[in-house]
C-alpha cells in the first residue's frame, strides 16, 4: 500500500508492505499520484502524455524508474494476508505481566484512567508478596517455551510498597535460575518517592525504568498533584537528575501527558528533553466533558504541533544535542517481516495485567472492569475464561476495514484495544481521533528517517571527495 504525504514542504512516498521510504520531487510524486489511481499499473499514454505537458517529458523516464521499483517490490508490492495460525504457529502464550504492585497513589493525577490509584474500585490495596510470587509463577508457566519474559512493576504508584518490589525482584531472579527464563523488569514511578536507596536497587536490577513527568512546571502542576493539592514538579526533576546520574545510559523513558490544555506540547517535550534523551509524551485519553480531552477541532493543531516537533527534534541533531522521541523512533532498515509487524501488544492473549487480589485482566488500563476479569493467580489450577479471551484472540491481526486499507497497519496493529473499547463501546471499534494523530506521528518519524539518510548519504559524498576525514 502507497502513501503519498508532505512533511514540512517535503514529498515522501512509503510502501507499507515493503517498507521502502522514497524523497521525491514535485513531478515524482504527480507521477505516482497517477500510477496510485491506476491501482498500482502503469497509467495509460494519454494520462502520462497530458502530465508530460506540464512537466516535460521526463515524466517518461520517471515513469520507467516507478516499473523497476515496482518489479522489486519496493512500490505497490502486494498485501500479504496473514493469518492469526501463521503469525502464532505454537498458540498465543501470555509473556508479558502488568503486575500491580499496589492500587493506591501518593498523587491525584486528574487524568488518571487509574481513578487515582484505586481503578474506580473505591478500594486502596498492596500486592502481598503471597499474591506477587503467584503472578510470576504463572507467567512463568503461561509462557511454556518461551524463554523471554517481561514483568512491569506498575501501579498506582509501586514504590508505595517497597518491600515487596523488593522482594518480588529477588523472587524473579530465583526463578531465573530455576528454570532457565530470562525476566526483563521495569518499573513505573511518579518518582517522588525515589531516595539514594531506591535508585541503587532500581538501577541495579531493572532494565527499563519508566518515570513520569508532564513537562513544564505550570503543566506537570496543573495536572499532576500530590493527594494535599501541592505541585510536584520540582521534587520530580530534582530525583530524575539524581536517578539519571546513577543510570547514565542504561534504559529509561520520561514519560508524560499531554491534553487539550497543553496542545504546545513540543514545549513540554524539549522540556524532558533538558533532563533526559529518552523521551515520550502521550495524547491523554479521557471521556468528553472532562474538560481536557482530545477533541476533534483539536486534530489539525496537534498535527501542526508533531511536525513543528520533527524540526526541532532535526535542529537538535545537527546541533550534536539530541535525543529520541519514542513515537518518532524508527528502523526501516532491518524491519521485521509482515507477520512479525503485524503482532501489536498482545492483549489478553500474549500481554495480562494482575491486580493485588490476584485478579488477571488482559491489560492494565481494563482493570476494575469485572466484565473483562479472565481469572486469578490464586486459582487452583488458574485458567483463563475462554469467553473473555476469544474476543481479544479476534485482535491479534488488525482485520477491521479500516485497517486493511490503512498504510500504517504495521505500525499500531489495529490500535489500543482498551482505547477503542472506551471510545466506542467495543474492543474492536474505532477510534478516529486516535487513528489520526497515530498516523501523523507516523509521518514525522518517516520524514526523520528521510533526514537522516539523506544527510548521511551527503556526508559519504563529501568524504568520497575528501572533503571531510
Aim: hydrophobic share 35%.
Amino acid at each position: 500500500m502507497v502513501h503519498s504525504f508532505e512533511i514540512l514542504g517535503e514529498k515522501l512516498v512509503f510502501d507499507s508492505e515493503s517498507g521502502a521510504l522514497h524523497r521525491v520531487d514535485e513531478m515524482a510524486a504527480a507521477v505516482i499520484d497517477l500510477y496510485s489511481e491506476s491501482n498500482g499499473k502503469r497509467p495509460g499514454h494519454d494520462a502520462l502524455n497530458k502530465l508530460a505537458s506540464v512537466f516535460g517529458t521526463e515524466v517518461f523516464e520517471v515513469a520507467e524508474e516507478i516499473d523497476v521499483l515496482i518489479d522489486r517490490e519496493e512500490l505497490y508490492c502486494p498485501i500479504r494476508e496473514v493469518t492469526v495460525e501463521q503469525l502464532y504457529p505454537d498458540q498465543p502464550r501470555i509473556k508479558s505481566m502488568c503486575l500491580h504492585l499496589c492500587h493506591d497513589c501518593n498523587l491525584r493525577c486528574k487524568y488518571c484512567f487509574a481513578g487515582t490509584g484505586d481503578f474506580g474500585t473505591g478500594h486502596r490495596s498492596m500486592l502481598s508478596e503471597e499474591v506477587g510470587r503467584k503472578a510470576i509463577d504463572y507467567l512463568i508457566e503461561a509462557s511454556g517455551p518461551r524463554k523471554h519474559l517481561d514483568i512491569d512493576f506498575f501501579g498506582g504508584e509501586p514504590l508505595m510498597n517497597w518491600p515487596v518490589v523488593v522482594a518480588l525482584t529477588e523472587y524473579c531472579k530465583k526463578r531465573m535460575a530455576e528454570t532457565d527464563k530470562i525476566i526483563r523488569l521495569t518499573i513505573t514511578t511518579n518518582v517522588t518517592l525515589l531516595d539514594d536507596e531506591k535508585i541503587k536497587f532500581i538501577d541495579e536490577n531493572f532494565n527499563n525504568c519508566v518515570l513520569s513527568i508532564d513537562g513544564r512546571r505550570e503543566v506537570n502542576d496543573n495536572m499532576r498533584p500530590d493527594a494535599g493539592g501541592h505541585g510536584t514538579h520540582d521534587k520530580i526533576v530534582k530525583n530524575i537528575k539524581k536517578f539519571l546520574d546513577v543510570r547514565e545510559d542504561r534504559q529509561y523513558y520520561l514519560r508524560g501527558t499531554y491534553t487539550r490544555h497543553n496542545l504546545d506540547f513540543a514545549e513540554d517535550v524539549l522540556h524532558l528533553a533538558d533532563l533526559g534523551d529518552q523521551v515520550s509524551i502521550e495524547p491523554v485519553v479521557a471521556p468528553p466533558g472532562s474538560g481536557y480531552e482530545i477533541r476533534e477541532e483539536d486534530i489539525p493543531m496537534i498535527e501542526a504541533e508533531y511536525e513543528r516537533l520533527a524540526q526541532l527534534i532535526y535542529e537538535r541533531r545537527q546541533q550534536g544535542n539530541g535525543f529520541n522521541f519514542f513515537h518518532f523512533v524508527m528502523d526501516l532498515t532491518k524491519g521485521p517481516c509482515a507477520y512479525k509487524r503485524l503482532k501489536g501488544c498482545g492483549v489478553g492473549m500474549e500481554y495480562c495485567a494482575v491486580t493485588p487480589e490476584g485478579d488477571i485482566y488482559p491489560c492494565h488500563q481494563f482493570v476494575g472492569e469485572e466484565q473483562f476479569k479472565m481469572g486469578n493467580v490464586m486459582d487452583e489450577p488458574i485458567t483463563l475464561d475462554a469467553e473473555v479471551q476469544q474476543p481479544f484472540r479476534q485482535l491479534m491481526v488488525p482485520d477491521k476495514p479500516e485497517c486493511k486499507k490503512c498504510w500504517a497497519r504495521f505500525f499500531c496493529s489495529g490500535g489500543c484495544a482498551a482505547n477503542s473499547y472506551h471510545v466506542s463501546g467495543q474492543i474492536n471499534g474505532s477510534d478516529p481521533i486516535g487513528c489520526s494523530m497515530q498516523k501523523k506521528r507516523l509521518e514525522c518519524a518517516l520524514w526523520l528517517k528521510s533526514k537522516q539518510v539523506s544527510d548521511q548519504v551527503s556526508t559519504e559524498k563529501k568524504i568520497n571527495k575528501g572533503i571531510c576525514s
